[in-house]
């Protein structure tokens, strides 16, 4: 895929092939990730550590191949989506950063009859 297939939103991040398997965007003072990283479908390696990010695109889910993602010391990154706890994929993250918790409230009528 020709440099010109790759959105300008990754192009500004120095993207230039939508092929690569390993992207280092540490330290880069990055707030946030463009939604068209998910777009990346044959990266492996995402290394995002060092920024200030609060949160990460739900497109992030679709990187299947992903095995490695680095986002320590992005201190105001409280909570990332549980479906990157999965085989295959080594999250390196701070201690005070949670995968989030899907709460289930169940409703029994017969409990209030």
Do not use: W
């Not at 295959?88 to 289930?104: Q, W």
Request: hydrophobic share 35%; proline share 4%.
């Amino acid at each position: 895929m020709s440099n010109s297939n790759v959105p300008s939103s990754l192009r500004n991040l120095g993207v230039t092939n939508m092929n690569i398997t390993r992207l280092n965007l540490r330290d880069k003072n990055l707030t946030s990730i463009p939604k068209e990283i998910g777009n990346l479908k044959n990266l492996k390696q995402l290394y995002l550590d060092h920024n200030k990010l609060r949160s990460l695109p739900d497109e992030i889910n679709n990187l299947t191949n992903l095995e490695r993602l680095d986002v320590t010391a992005n201190s105001l990154l409280r909570i990332i989506p549980k479906t990157l706890k999965r085989d295959g994929l080594e999250v390196i993250k701070n201690s005070s950063t949670r995968f989030e918790l899907k709460i289930v409230f169940l409703f029994c009528e017969d409990y209030f009859q």
